[in-house]
């Protein structure tokens, strides 16, 4: 939710900057990012249990128990699909200097964010965490 907000007061902000002069295959390849980063973000919204995920659950007083440790679908190849999801959105509207400072501030923000998340994770799951981190890149696949 929170990419939501930073990419519309991004766009917000910036309007009447002049954008970057780009060449057409990256402008093509910006668009094919957010394109990307879209998918990849539904399919991996799948893992997850909405209530909890969107914070519904928290504020009812419910705990998320019964969450399971997400290791299969996206989750088999990156630790943290949602996270490369914001990140190839991010860097895919770079088109004018104020989105180039808001994707190097957010993917600063994210790597901080999943450093905490994993400790999180890691007290949570315990040994199953720490065998899964260490067979699964943290955003990107792995080609090899």
Known sequence: MQIVVVL??????????????????LTSLRWGMVVCGLVLGLFALRAYRLGPFVGWAQLRGEEDAAQDLAVAGLHRH??????????????????????????????LYLAVGSHFEERRLLARYGEAYSRYRAITPRFFPSLF
């Open 8 to 25: 519309g007061l991004g766009r917000w902000l910036a309007q009447g900057n002049q954008p970057f002069a780009q060449p057409l295959w």
């Open 78 to 107: 990156m630790r943290h699909p949602l996270y490369t999801a914001a990140l190839l959105l991010l860097w895919g509207r770079v088109d004018h200097e104020l989105a180039l400072a808001t994707a190097i501030w957010a993917s």
